[in-house]
């Protein structure tokens, strides 16, 4: 299963943006994957932030970010989306994608397949 990506940049303090994230298997189908995004700051962990389940039914946030970021998917297209809304200077960090067959899973252990990072930077 591959995973790409993309949608980061550079925001001020209460702005939005949306990464999104494609992802394909190769012989076999990753609709009954559970999609993740994941972030890590610089010299800190990768931290969940949001989860999404194979057909789009069930969502779970982190509470850092709950009421202000949101995910979607989009099941004939194969891409998972996060709108961060209110964007604040401490969610800069790399965001990453992840995919699990486990649900609900916040564990960044339990997620076998990522993406590559994307950076968010927010400035104040």
């Known amino acids: 299963v591959q995973l790409q990506a993309f949608g980061g940049g550079l925001v001020q303090a209460g702005g939005s943006l949306r990464l999104s994230c494609s992802y394909a298997?190769?012989?076999?189908?990753?609709?009954?994957?559970?999609m993740a995004w994941f972030r890590q700051a610089p010299g800190k962990g990768r931290d969940f932030v949001a989860t999404?389940?194979?057909?789009?039914?069930?969502?779970y946030v982190d509470e850092s970010v709950l009421g202000r970021f949101f995910i979607s998917r989009d099941t004939v297209h194969d891409t998972v989306f996060l709108q961060m809304n209110s964007l604040k200077p401490e969610d800069t960090a790399a965001y990453y994608c992840?995919?699990?067959?486990?649900?609900?899973?916040?564990?960044?252990?339990?997620?076998?397949?990522w993406g590559q990072g994307t950076q968010v930077t927010v400035s104040s």
């Open positions: 992840a995919a699990s067959p486990l649900w609900i899973e916040t564990r960044r252990s339990q997620y076998d397949y």
């Open positions: 999404i389940n194979w057909n789009a039914v069930s969502t």
């Open positions: 298997a190769s012989g076999r189908t990753a609709s009954n994957l559970n």
